[in-house]
């Protein structure tokens, strides 16, 4: 079997002809919402030939994926035969009018690590919880391509454009970029059946679990990927179960599990030329700034996005991101008719086309990236790391290095002139650069600079250097972002019932958060010594800024709502581990009366959520041990106030009592039974 890591090269493929394979529409919706062959008309442009399953997309979704399917600009190849193929991805909105037949609701599988490492796989308790795969609450379609574009001189306008493209609700570029390294080949060899072939095959993976490693069999081939962690995927995708040790503000206990979306993108290779400047935007990122991208490609484009997103992890980027931007998306109408002082929305663009620079004038920073394609057909993300190096740098990142590079009379007077001259310069020539009036907070590490390594002009050995530069650099930016939210850990701990007292009661609220108690605490005591070594002395403005950011509520809300999970299942927990009997031997008859109460409302609970249909798989055992210890705090109470509870027919068929009207004492009759042992339906 042929098994492709994340960071293996373009596989092999072939497809059985003698093999049928039925597609699982339901099964493929966990992965993909379609699969699609659009090709470049000359006299009607944009067309799309195929589209499977049929009926995924609206006419309006359809115009969109075609228009964000090509490059902008013909690849400079000046090979008059040659093949030219490169991978990139694209994020649009989904439209409001869609409609879907195919669109099924699925289930996203999250389990979590202590109940996996304490049963065995056989016994193994899986949350489940269904999420909606239609256009409700889902905002955003992910659209992966694999481009080629052929020059021959024997076809008219000497070539022709095609791009095979997975649609997916999902951003899951560990995933279907190395998919399209064996499904756009395939489909240029054997024609459309490659479409349902491989989509046969998806709808036989299993549910996606966030955050693990799977293997995904395609034919031959094995795909051996790591999945981005729930905490991590964007809020319009549903909330997943998650673990609450598992998110910010705590590092991760294991670092081998991808901590943010976009852990395979290319940090080094692609903002090599501007490594300096990191720091500058990833504080950009992380207060929901606008930033505009520009790269020669595509693909060069789409990875400094997915870069620049990847650096904030574990923090969930609530910032608008399109890792490739056209003058065709919908909102460019909107985004262009901003007059200039109205303020530019939290969008990260990743375009290629320079008419962006004079359309989109109101946004405020702007970084260059990448360099002009080169002459190879190789596919643009086996290559990434290669492709983007900059001829003429030097061949290591030492301190030494960089600094003669930055405080150079040479390097001094290009900077002046490249902000004197704006990015506008770009129009003659491509440069890396960003132009940016953001005072920064954050100091560049020199120390992660000297750790750099630029190893030869070997592809391969190269690539493998910026395998190890990525891995420090992420490292790096994980604990830059832990550092930074750990103030705020006080407002997400989860409490225990203490040994010994009542865990029958409600669990005390989380504390209440205040912005001006918050600033004022956090100014007094410091911003700690990880950060204190690497910001400037007006770092609570940074926090100021964070807290006014589109980033920073969705993230808090969310990180509240997971704590409160894991503190009613430390509370639950604790209820089934209770000694009812020891308990009582404590209490005053009020204190009894209150726990009578407050277990049949837990145990209401318990057959509310049956019937909703979000139960877990200890919805018997927790029921049966509510009920006996209802039916044991029932026993002990006075005759009187017994027959008085037992007015309530509800409350007497959870106690598993009889009751029979009297009609000559004008008072009900009571024969209290045993509990009856199977748990209620």
């Not at 996996?116 to 909606?132: A, C, L, Q, T, Y």
């Not at 989509?199 to 981005?228: D, F």
């Not at 992420?474 to 850990?489: D, I, K, M, S, V």
């Amino acid at each position: 079997m042929l098994i492709i890591s994340e960071m293996s090269r373009s596989p092999s493929f072939s497809v059985k002809q003698e093999l049928s394979l039925k597609t699982d529409l339901e099964s493929l919706q966990q992965w993909a919402v379609a699969f699609c062959i659009i090709r470049f008309d000359l006299e009607q442009g944009q067309l799309i030939e195929e589209c499977y399953p049929p009926g995924s997309l609206s006419n309006e979704e359809e115009l969109d994926v075609a228009f964000s399917s090509f490059p902008d600009s013909v690849s400079q190849n000046q090979n008059r035969s040659s093949i030219h193929d490169c991978i990139f991805f694209f994020r649009i909105q989904r439209r409001k009018n869609s409609e879907q037949g195919n669109v099924t609701s699925s289930e996203v599988v999250g389990i979590d690590d202590e109940e996996e490492s304490s049963k065995s796989m056989k016994g193994k308790v899986i949350n489940r919880r269904k999420i909606r795969n239609g256009t409700k609450g889902l905002k955003y379609l992910y659209g992966f391509v694999f481009n080629r574009q052929r020059h021959d001189e024997k076809l008219k306008r000497g070539g022709e454009q095609k791009s095979v493209v997975i649609l997916s609700h999902n951003p899951y570029s560990s995933v279907f970029r190395p998919l399209l390294q064996i499904m756009g080949p395939l489909y240029f060899d054997v024609g459309t059946k490659a479409l349902e072939h491989i989509a046969a095959y998806v709808s036989m993976w299993p549910t996606p679990v966030p955050g693990k490693q799977m293997e995904l069999h395609i034919g031959n081939a094995m795909l051996k990927v790591s999945l981005p962690p729930a905490h991590s995927l964007p809020f319009e995708i549903g909330i997943f179960e998650e673990s609450a040790s598992a998110m910010a503000p705590f590092l991760p206990s294991n670092q081998l599990i991808p901590q943010g979306l976009f852990h395979d993108s290319d940090i080094f290779g692609t903002f090599r030329g501007i490594l300096l400047q990191l720091w500058l935007l990833w504080e950009l990122l992380l207060i929901g700034e606008p930033i505009l991208i520009i790269g020669p490609t595509p693909p060069q484009c789409c990875e400094a996005v997915a870069s620049l997103v990847s650096l904030v992890a574990p923090l969930p980027c609530s910032v608008d991101f399109r890792p490739y931007f056209t003058i065709h998306d919908p909102d460019f109408k909107h985004l262009n008719s901003l007059k200039e002082g109205d303020a530019f929305p939290p969008m990260v663009l990743g375009v290629t086309n320079l008419f962006f620079l004079k359309a989109l004038r109101n946004i405020p920073h702007i970084v260059s990236v990448g360099s002009p394609a080169s002459n190879s057909n190789r596919v643009a993300f086996a290559s990434r790391s290669s492709a983007s190096r900059i001829p003429g740098t030097p061949e290591g990142f030492g301190l030494q290095q960089l600094s003669l590079k930055k405080f150079s009379p040479s390097s001094l007077l290009s900077a002046v002139k490249l902000r004197r001259d704006g990015p506008l310069c770009l129009m003659t020539e491509h440069k890396e650069a960003v132009w940016s009036t953001y005072v920064a907070s954050t100091k560049p590490d020199t120390s992660i600079l000297n750790r750099l390594i630029d190893a030869g002009k070997s592809p391969r050995v190269e690539e493998s250097m910026s395998v190890v530069n990525n891995e420090i650099l992420r490292r790096h930016f994980l604990e830059l972002t832990t550092n930074f939210l750990a103030p705020f850990g006080p407002y997400f701990r989860a409490s225990t019932p203490s040994e010994g007292s009542l865990p029958f009661i409600d669990p005390p609220p989380l504390p209440p958060f205040d912005v001006e108690e918050f600033l004022a605490n956090l100014s007094a005591r410091g911003v700690g010594k990880f950060l204190s070594k690497r910001m400037k002395s007006n770092w609570l403005d940074l926090y100021k800024r964070f807290l006014k950011g589109p980033n920073f509520m969705p993230w808090f809300q969310r990180r509240r709502t997971v704590v409160e999970q894991e503190q009613h299942r430390l509370w639950r927990q604790a209820r089934m581990k209770a000694d009812i009997q020891l308990l009582m031997s404590r209490m005053s008859e009020l204190e009894i009366v209150d726990s009578f109460n407050s277990i049949e409302r837990h145990l209401h609970g318990e057959i509310l959520m049956e019937k909703s249909g979000k139960a877990g798989v200890d919805f018997a055992e927790t029921c049966q041990k509510l009920k006996k210890d209802l039916q044991a705090v029932f026993d002990v109470l006075p005759k009187d106030m017994q027959q008085l509870l037992l007015m309530n027919p509800e409350r007497a068929a959870l106690l598993q009592v009889s009751w029979e009207p009297t009609k000559l004492t004008g008072h009900p009759s009571f024969q209290i039974g045993a509990v009856s042992s199977r748990s209620p339906r």
